[in-house]
């Protein structure tokens, strides 16, 4: 079974450009996170979809980020402009519904760098 | 609201030595408890989870936690260390409300002596 897909792995732009990172999850799964992990630090939630629907969307810095998944399937976390402090990783998880509890399966992560 | 607290941002062992990592929540809510294992350059793995069964848990690679209520603790162990080990280690807890949703620890990175 493959897992969780994101690309591209590594991404070095300029400040002020704009940024995409694209993510598959595991197949069957409806609910989707996008997280961002600073360097030294544990991830931290930036948005939750359930199917399509974004149902926690309060920690994404809506003045620059973005985010869909339009069929409920893939989805794209969206940076613009980029600033310096946006260098990190960003990780996608996913999980399955109708469980006690839904284990969540990551991905690789993107590794952005702003200069 | 949930959050942990790891204590030791970076842990050394020597080969086939007892490791231990530290981790202690806060949560108003009864929680649900978890350890995953970040390798470099990749996304993290579960290693062991709690949900309210037993207090005992046993996870993948020979690591296990337990959950101690008293001491709000949900500290990882392993017997003995194996060079593999050597990796950052981040402790989550969410709530039982089927939100799902983790709130991570800083992290500890776990270095294994040969």
């Known amino acids: 079974e493959a897992g969780v897909v994101q690309s591209p792995r590594y991404k070095i732009i300029e400040k002020k450009q704009p940024v995409a990172f694209w993510c598959n999850p595991i197949?069957?799964?409806?609910?989707l996170y996008w997280y961002l992990q600073n360097l030294g630090q544990g991830p931290e939630l930036l948005i939750r979809y359930e199917n399509e629907e974004a149902v926690d969307d309060s920690q994404l810095p809506k003045d620059r980020f973005s985010a869909e998944r339009l069929k409920g399937v893939d989805s794209t976390l969206k940076i613009q402009p980029a600033e310096l402090g946006d260098s990190a990783v960003y990780l996608c998880a996913s999980s399955a519904i109708g469980q006690t509890y839904n284990e969540q399966f990551f991905g690789p992560g993107t590794r952005l760098t702003v200069l | 609201a949930q959050s942990v607290t790891q204590l030791g941002s970076h842990v050394s062992v020597s080969e086939g030595a007892l490791v231990l990592l530290r981790c202690n929540y806060s949560?108003?809510?009864?929680?649900?408890l978890f350890w995953y294992v970040q390798y470099p350059n990749q996304g993290l793995q579960l290693l062991l989870k709690?949900?309210?069964?037993?207090?005992l848990v046993k996870g993948i690679n020979g690591f296990e936690a337990e959950f101690k209520k008293s001491e709000t603790s949900f500290h990882l162990t392993k017997p003995s260390a194996h060079m593999s080990d050597a990796a950052e280690y981040f402790c989550a807890v969410s709530d039982q409300t089927g939100a799902n949703n983790l709130f991570f620890g800083t992290g500890t990175r776990l270095t294994v002596i040969p």
């Open positions: 709690y949900t309210s069964a037993a207090t």
């Open positions: 197949s069957g799964h409806n609910t």
């Open positions: 949560s108003s809510v009864p929680p649900y």
